[in-house]
């Protein structure tokens, strides 16, 4: 169940060197796609935050085809918190921003199972 998990939380992790290998021709960003783990389906609307030293840098949220763009985060070791009502939060920590470098971060999201809990009726 775990290594379910974690295959389907991330897809690719990559650090891209060549500006132009990410799309945007842009050096300093830090961008990807967001998709639905289960429907390979880009995911709309989904909420990134940029925390650097416990503090919040920058938030983004995911276009119509998943997409999310950081751009000119300041260098340094980043977390990146991926939020989706419905959807299990999904947390990048130790990502490494340096100056003149393009990082490429895709991921996929769990949806979350919809439990109800009700109280037993055998329970006083």
């Known amino acids: 169940m775990l290594f379910v998990a974690v295959f389907c939380s ?3 992790f990559a650090n891209v060197q060549d500006p132009d290998a ?3 021709g842009k050096k ?4 990807g ?16 935050t940029a925390v650097l030293s416990s503090k919040k840098e ?24 991926f939020e989706k009502t419905g959807y299990r939060k999904i947390t990048k920590e130790k990502i490494v921003v340096k100056t003149d ?7 996929e999201m769990i949806e979350e199972e919809d439990i109800d809990l009700m ?4 329970h006083f």
């Open 101 to 107: 470098e393009a990082f490429l971060l895709k991921v």
């Open 28 to 31: 300093d960003d830090v961008n």
């Open 119 to 122: 109280p037993s009726p055998f």
């Open 22 to 24: 990410t799309g945007t």
């Open 58 to 81: 920058m938030v983004v949220f995911t276009d119509e085809d998943g997409n999310y763009v950081f751009d000119e985060l300041k260098p340094g070791v980043y977390k990146f918190v």
């Open 33 to 48: 796609t967001v998709l639905d783990a289960e429907h390979k389906k880009p995911l709309k609307d989904v909420s990134i």
């Open 10 to 12: 991330v897809l690719t």
